[in-house]
């Protein structure tokens, strides 16, 4: 039995990073559908000027959908943070943590910004629980990232596959919703 070619499977390929160089030779490639970045990988690679960097990504990239993080910790801050990135284009989604460095989740925080039409990516979930409550503060009508960092979860020696398998399962009434396998290893 042959696999099938990676044209004829059901996933989106994202580009992770924050080399513009790197972001502009992807944005070449076809199969590249889309483009995460976030701040640590901005000050690895010397951004001095975060909204300045991502109105570049945005011209290189064209329409293809794009996550820009919010890099503040407390609520409020992430909220007006958030909020300004979703003007810088259609195709931008805010990337929010599912928790802050307190353990606080985000859950009341993402709820609002659906609520509100922001367009989100949802990183750093490492549990089904969490799953299970960021796909209850979607909007079902607005388009979201739930990224579970399955590398993470395998990890730990567990097998990420039936974990994603629930957690694709948890976000069956969220059809705007994509689960996205984050943190590969």
């Not at 039995?1 to 059901?10: I, N």
């Not at 300045?52 to 570049?56: K, T, V």
């Given at each position: 039995?042959?696999?099938?070619?990676?044209?004829?499977?059901?996933i989106?390929?994202?580009a992770d990073g924050a080399d513009l160089k790197n972001i502009r030779e992807l944005a070449a490639?076809?199969?590249i559908q889309g483009f995460t970045t976030n701040p640590t990988?901005?000050?690895a690679a010397g951004v001095t000027d975060y909204k300045?960097?991502?109105?570049?990504v945005l011209k290189v990239i064209g329409g293809r959908p794009v996550s820009f993080e919010v890099?503040?910790?407390d609520f409020p801050t992430m909220e007006a943070q958030a909020r300004e990135i979703a003007t810088w284009g259609d195709n931008v989604y805010v990337k929010i943590p599912v928790s802050n460095t307190k353990g606080e989740s985000s859950c009341p925080?993402?709820?609002?910004?659906?609520?509100?039409?922001?367009?989100?990516n949802v990183t750093a979930i490492m549990t089904l629980e969490q799953v299970k409550d960021v796909g209850e503060a979607l909007d079902p009508a607005v388009p979201a990232v739930v990224s579970v960092f399955a590398g993470r979860v395998a990890d730990t020696g567990r097998d990420p596959i039936p974990h994603m398998a629930e957690a694709l399962e948890l976000l069956r009434d969220r059809p705007k919703a994509e689960l996205l396998w984050a943190s590969p290893r």
């Open positions: 039995m042959t696999a099938p070619h990676v044209d004829k499977l059901r989106r390929v994202f490639n076809p199969r990988l901005m000050r300045a960097f991502s109105l570049d890099f503040a910790d925080l993402i709820r609002r910004l659906a609520k509100a039409g922001v367009k989100l």
